[in-house]
């Protein structure tokens, strides 16, 4: 059962950084490298959104409120996910979650997630 852990949120300025980190494990059948990962977020009130995604060769895919100003990365040798966002803005705002989905990116119905962390930033 793969099990998905994320850290780095946390509160911040307008114009600050955060990084975000997502630690897998419990990998059996297939090894972290076969699983598409993504970040996803949720605002109160709002549904969940896809914001990046990280296939299994490394392409990477962003939606447009974010192009340019984060980064998803993943480091397969330490079984890790991360985001990097800069010039964060109020209304970038939400819990993050990490996403893990075998072959195929995942999506809102299809994903093994994490339990979100909460990024809160302040104009």
């Known amino acids: 059962q793969v099990q998905l852990v994320e850290s780095g949120g946390g509160s911040v300025q307008a114009g600050d950084s955060l990084t975000l980190s997502c630690a897998a494990s419990?990998?059996?059948?297939?090894?972290?490298?076969?699983?598409?990962m993504g970040w996803f977020r949720q605002a109160p009130g709002k549904e969940r959104e896809r914001i990046a995604t990280?296939?299994?060769?490394?392409?990477?895919t962003y939606v447009d409120s974010v192009k340019g100003r984060f980064t998803i990365s993943r480091d397969n040798a330490k079984n890790t996910l991360y985001l990097q966002m800069n010039s964060l803005k109020p209304e970038d705002t939400a819990m993050y979650y990490c996403?893990?989905?075998?072959?195929?990116?995942?999506?809102?119905?299809?994903?093994?997630w994490g339990q979100g962390t909460q990024v809160t930033v302040s104009s």
């Open positions: 996403a893990a989905r075998y072959r195929d990116c995942p999506s809102t119905i299809a994903a093994v």
């Open positions: 419990g990998f059996s059948r297939f090894t972290f490298t076969s699983y598409c």
């Open positions: 990280v296939d299994t060769g490394g392409s990477t």
